[in-house]
């Protein structure tokens, strides 16, 4: 019963929180939104590695993962982000509570399965831009909301004991809606302009992971995984409505195809398992196709996409029985990514640090788990605009042998 009650709160919560503004950024105004998905608060608590063939909890970057699972893991996150923007003369600040993810892995034997439901992107920006030129004075407010989503189903195959493959397909969906609202000196009504796209398409991924010992209390762990590109069809209604108009000029929808680049990522550590780790985890995308008739700029665009991270965790005492504190995993590391994105010359940047741990529930393999990431996104430089960010996660990692049938009541 209480599984039930589980599943359907965390159901209940992560479909409320589609309709909330997922982020606060102007650069969401660009291509496909606010790119958020990281992978699940564990790793994302280690700068964003995830290397090692872990058995109670689910890594939803490497299908290769759920062939590793001991026992039916769920798990669900979200994030409260608080987030400073400047300019080289002006400052605001913004708050946003999001859904992260929901996924469940499911072991069977030698395979393992997984499926969830993941907010891929987030559009939400509200930019006022004041002007003068030679036809006077102009005033334009610009406004978005929306994003892409993603349902996902994966299998991972146990080829060796330290050795897994594994694969998955992914639907993405969701909705990007722009306004643009346009005030002339000395023209009694303003004209807005409002953009609906609808975005859909599918896509595919494949990984393996492998692990061996190096010494005796020692493990070498690796990590590949690689996207597939992606193409998502557009299909846009432009709508041009003039104040005290109360019937607005609607065109047929149009829009142009966007595609989602290719993507590997590689990654490596060292430690002992269930005790500490070391890692690092390299990712590159290449050029995509993100300029949609509503968010098209001339001074705008886009670069293969890099990531450079370094992260780990430690364990005092596993098994410890007397004292509880041994038992947390504390989780730390360091992440630089290009996100690729190039605005007036220059390369948009997001570089963080995180911090995290992991409580044991007594009596059981779940966890609830914490985390902060500190971090810096863009420049004042190029009449830019310069995020500083906080986000504090939260995560349930929940872990049971759902599927036994038992023999005695």
């Not at 950024?25 to 660009?30: D, E, K, M, R």
């Not at 999001?98 to 509200?126: N, Q, R």
């Amino acid at each position: 019963m209480i599984k039930k009650i589980i599943v359907s709160a965390c159901l209940l919560i992560s479909f409320v929180s589609f309709a909330q503004e997922g982020t606060a950024s102007p650069y969401s105004f660009y291509g496909i939104g606010d790119v958020r998905f990281k992978g699940t608060l564990e790793n994302r608590s280690m700068g964003g590695v995830a290397v090692e063939q872990d058995s109670i909890h689910l890594n939803i970057e490497n299908p290769a993962s759920y062939a590793s699972l001991i026992q039916t893991t769920f798990t669900v996150g979200g994030t409260f982000g608080t987030s400073k923007l400047k300019t080289d003369t002006e400052s605001a600040k913004a708050q946003r509570s999001t859904f992260d993810y929901l996924a469940i892995g499911i072991p069977m034997g030698k395979f393992g399965a997984a499926f969830g439901l993941i907010p891929v992107s987030s559009v939400g920006y509200k930019i006022r831009n004041d002007r003068t030129d030679t036809e006077g004075a102009t005033s334009s407010q610009l406004s978005g909301t929306g994003g892409i989503n993603k349902v996902f189903f994966g299998l991972g195959y146990k080829i060796k004991p330290n050795w897994t493959i594994g694969a998955d397909a992914q639907y993405n969906f969701g909705k990007i809606t722009t306004t643009s609202v346009e005030l002339l000196t000395g023209v009694q009504n303003s004209t807005a302009e409002t953009n609906a796209s609808e975005l859909s398409g599918l896509g595919f991924s494949i990984g393996t992971m492998y692990q061996t010992k190096i010494a005796q209390k020692l493990q070498l762990f690796t990590s590949l995984s690689y996207a597939f590109a992606t193409n998502l069809s557009s299909n846009t209604t432009r709508v041009i409505s003039v104040d005290g108009d109360s019937t607005p000029i609607t065109f047929d929808p149009h829009g142009d195809d966007l595609k989602l680049p290719n993507k590997v990522t590689f990654g490596a550590g060292i430690g002992q398992a269930r005790k500490w780790l070391v890692g690092t985890t390299v990712a590159f995308q290449g050029d995509g196709q993100f300029a949609n008739y509503y968010n098209s700029e001339q001074n705008v665009r886009y670069e293969k996409y890099q990531k450079y991270a370094v992260g780990g965790y430690y364990i005092p005492n596993y098994t410890s029985f007397s004292n509880y504190m041994s038992r947390i995993t504390y989780r730390a590391g360091l992440k630089y990514e290009k996100i690729g994105l190039i605005i007036n010359n220059e390369s948009i940047k997001d570089v963080g640090m995180t911090l995290g741990a992991g409580v044991p529930i007594p009596g059981s393999f779940s966890n609830l788990n914490f985390g902060v990431e500190f971090g810096k996104r863009g420049t004042v430089s190029s009449n830019l605009v310069q995020e500083n960010y906080v986000n504090f996660s939260v995560s349930f990692s929940f872990n049971d042998r759902w599927f036994i049938k038992t023999k005695y009541n």
